[in-house]
T-cell receptor, first 111, second 112 residues
Framework: DAKTTQPTSMDCAEGRAANLPCNHS???????VYWYRQIHSQGPQYIIH???NNETNEMASLIITEDRKSSTLILPHATLRDTAVYYC????????????FGKGTTLSVSS | DAGVTQSPTHLIKTRGQQVTLRCSPK?????VSWYQQALGQGPQFIFQ???????QRGNFPDRFSGHQFPNYSSELNVNALLLGDSALYLC???????????FGSGTRLTVV
């Protein structure tokens, strides 16, 4: 079973920052937080991952609370193409450990 | 550089039949995982293959089986198809120490 809790849906205006929350209160010390997104009719796409420090790449930023029980994915300037289902996943980063998906958050970006 | 390639893209089968789905991993990736995604749900993990062996399995019946070839490509076989097997089947590849999985676009299986 998924170890994360996410809101079912969120809305965001185009050009504004989208902040997607995720609760993972039972996360273990060796588990990473991963974010994937799935645009309609496509396979999931890797966005970012982190252990305890905040992370940033060309797609997004990941903010993890100090107690690691929750995190926020930030899309700094959302576009219509960011409309997708966003999945927050916790897992150990070792060989053989599968990604276990929950139901995710449906983000709708509108103009 | 080609990503993960799955074939066929769409398939219609009759209840009780058998089906084989195929996956070619991203170049350089040696681990293949399969997922089933029903409409409106998140992907459900079926199993993972590494070095031609099933390394981890989700909560799926034995009707679901797989294979990995020496070139790392993989097949998913489903026997005695049920209407409930209708779904999008996703293949994901990764390195043996994965930091990110690369997913294919999936095979849409419809059982009638």
């Amino acid at each position: 079973d998924a170890k994360t809790t996410q809101p079912t849906s969120m809305d965001c205006a185009e050009g504004r920052a989208a902040n997607l929350p995720c609760n993972h209160s039972t996360i273990s010390g060796n588990e990473y937080v991963y974010w994937y997104r799935q645009i309609h009719s496509q396979g999931p796409q890797y966005i970012i991952h982190g252990l305890k420090n905040n992370e940033t790449n060309e797609m997004a930023s990941l903010i993890i609370t100090e107690d690691r029980k929750s995190s926020t994915l930030i899309l700094p300037h959302a576009t219509l193409r960011d409309t997708a289902v966003y999945y927050c996943i916790v897992r150990v980063s070792q060989a053989g450990t599968a990604l276990i998906f929950g139901k995710g958050t449906t983000l709708s970006v509108s103009s | 550089d080609a990503g993960v390639t799955q074939s066929p893209t769409h398939l219609i089968k009759t209840r009780g039949q058998q089906v084989t789905l195929r996956c070619s991993p991203k170049s350089g990736h040696d681990t293949v995982s399969w997922y089933q995604q029903a409409l409106g749900q998140g992907p459900q993990f079926i199993f993972q293959y590494y070095e031609e062996e099933e390394r981890q399995r989700g909560n799926f019946p034995d009707r679901f089986s797989g294979h990995q070839f020496p070139n790392y490509s993989s097949e998913l076989n489903v026997n005695a198809l049920l209407l409930g097997d209708s779904a999008l089947y996703l293949c994901a590849s990764s390195l043996e120490q994965p930091y990110g999985y690369t997913f294919g676009s999936g095979t849409r299986l419809t059982v009638v």
